[in-house]
């Protein structure tokens, strides 16, 4: 079975700051992907990055930027300098490879994130 | 319109009352998905269809029934629903690959939906 867990539950920060938001994942599979979406408050899941488990290079989008390590199941999400626009739900989530014709994504409970000017 | 739309965005029903959901992808996707995301829960996968095919009932109430009639557009037929089925409710498509694989999910606004 596939778990996700977000421990931090809420983060507070002061524009500009710096914030990490953990994810760590079980799964059996060796092929699989990591996924982190983020819900302001309009509600829409809105679809940040999505990365397989054989790309553990790390990438950057702007002030977005995610560290993958296979050897401690992680997948961390870092935004810099943070804006008061960065304040929402972030999920990681995780779905194995599937031979049929459909992916099931397992979501953490995310991490809201609040932003303050 | 763009992506994945919902309607309605809001919705208030009486437990005796029947209402639909309806989701619209325009991405030319082939598979769709419902979920439920309740206060304090993760998002529960409720019904998922391939080429308008159910291939997944995570062993929803009978009160929740969906219908795909085509590939681009997918409905949540409520029922008799109880107070606690209050959440919100998101619609998301992706486009599979027959060989497998994982594509991303593309999520719609979701509809805000209050049992009384």
């Known amino acids: 079975a596939q778990k996700v867990t977000q421990a931090q539950t809420e983060i507070s920060v002061v524009e500009k700051e710096d914030v990490t938001l953990d994810c760590v994942y079980e799964?059996?599979?060796?092929?699989?992907?990591l996924f982190w979406y983020k819900q302001p408050p309009s509600g829409e899941l809105v679809f940040l990055i999505r990365?397989?488990?054989?790309?553990?290079q790390n990438e950057i989008s702007g002030r977005y930027s995610w560290n993958f390590q296979k050897s401690t199941s992680s997948f961390n999400f870092t935004i810099t300098a943070s804006q008061v626009v960065d304040s929402a739900v972030y999920f990681c989530?995780?779905?194995?490879?599937?031979?049929?014709?459909?992916?099931?994504?397992?979501f953490g409970k995310g991490i809201t994130l609040s932003v303050r000017p | 319109e763009t992506g994945v739309t919902q309607t309605p965005r809001h919705l208030v029903m009486g437990m005796t009352n029947k209402k639909s959901l309806k989701c619209e992808q325009h991405?030319?996707?082939?598979?769709m998905y419902w979920y439920k995301q309740s206060a304090k829960k993760p998002l529960e996968l409720m019904f998922v269809?391939?080429?308008?095919?159910?291939?997944e009932n995570n062993s929803v109430p009978s009160r929740f029934s969906p219908e795909c009639p085509n590939s681009s557009h997918l409905f949540l037929h409520l029922h008799t629903l109880q107070p606690e089925d209050s959440a919100l409710y998101l619609c998301?498509?992706?486009?599979?690959?027959?060989?497998?694989?994982?594509?991303?999910?593309?999520f719609g606004p979701g509809t805000r939906l209050l049992v009384l």
């Open positions: 989530a995780l779905s194995e490879a599937t031979t049929g014709a459909n992916s099931k994504l397992t």
């Open positions: 269809y391939s080429l308008e095919e159910r291939v």
């Open positions: 998301a498509s992706s486009q599979e690959a027959i060989s497998g694989g994982a594509e991303t999910q593309y």
């Open positions: 799964t059996r599979d060796t092929t699989y992907y």
């Open positions: 990365r397989n488990s054989f790309d553990e």
């Open positions: 991405l030319g996707h082939n598979a």
